[in-house]
Nanobody, 112 residues
Framework: QVQLVESGGGLVQAGGSLRLSCAVS??????MGWYRQNPGKQRELVAA???????NYVDSVKGRFTISRDNAKNTVYLQMNSLKPADTAAYYC????????WGQGTQVTVSS
């Protein structure tokens, strides 16, 4: 059983920054993703990183968010800069390719 634990969410003003962390209970050899979801809406892939470090982002966060991973610490990060109210959501990390492996989520709220 793999556990993923997110942290780093909170309340921030527009234009501010947050860094989310996702600690994984064992070594990561798979691609990892950060997703976000608001009530009544579908979960959206925000950013993904392969085991080799290649990254992809949804257009709305390109140039503002950066996903990274520290394999020695079994941790994936999401650095979020220039935050906008539209970024408000619960953010989840996910072990891509393993449908059951999701974190519990961390709330990000951006005030205008």
């Amino acid at each position: 059983q793999v556990q993923l634990v997110e942290s780093g969410g909170g309340l921030v003003q527009a234009g501010g920054s947050l860094r989310l962390s996702c600690a994984v209970s064992r070594s990561i050899f798979s691609a990892m993703g950060w997703y976000r979801q608001n009530p009544g809406k579908q979960r959206e892939l925000v950013a993904a990183i392969t085991s080799g470090g290649s990254t992809n982002y949804v257009d709305s966060v390109k140039g503002r968010f950066t996903i990274s991973r520290d394999n020695a610490k079994n941790t994936v990060y999401l650095q979020m800069n220039s935050l906008k109210p539209a970024d408000t959501a619960a953010y989840y990390c996910h072990l891509i390719g393993f449908s059951n492996y999701w974190g519990q989520g961390t709330q990000v709220t951006v005030s205008s």
